[in-house]
């Protein structure tokens, strides 16, 4: 694509598109600047994978319960909770059996 005034530096002018200037007659970069994407391409596929790893490693080592604190300060009502016991689902099967039981009277 062909860009008029095209000036800065060349990582600017690679996301930007090439000026016509930088292409060899069959309209391809120039071979500098094919060197110059592939070297970006690879230096962000690497760092991508980097990345990923950090991310995970982050996730994986995160303390949920500081995170909500931070969030939403120390002076929360779930600070006071007791802990659960159980998940309530014994709770929810008791109570929509009751539900039914209840629907199922004339």
């Known amino acids: 694509m062909a860009r008029e005034g095209c000036s800065g530096s060349t990582g ?3 996301a930007a598109g090439l000026c016509y200037h ?3 007659m ?3 970069p120039a071979s500098q600047d094919r060197e110059l994407l592939r070297l970006w391409v690879d230096t962000w596929r690497r760092a991508g994978a980097e990345l990923d790893e950090i991310r995970r490693h982050e996730i994986e080592t995160a303390d949920t319960q500081q995170a909500v604190r931070q969030m939403f300060g120390t ?3 779930f600070d006071s909770s007791p802990p659960r016991t159980t998940s309530g ?4 099967q008791a109570f929509f059996a009751r539900y ?4 199922m009277r004339p």
Do not use: Y
């Not at 039914?100 to 629907?103: F, P, V």
């Open 22 to 24: 930088e292409m060899d």
């Open 75 to 77: 002076e929360g009502s």
């Open 12 to 14: 600017a002018r690679i």
């Open 26 to 28: 069959s309209g391809q």
């Open 89 to 92: 689902l014994v709770e929810q």
């Open 100 to 103: 039914r039981t209840a629907k």
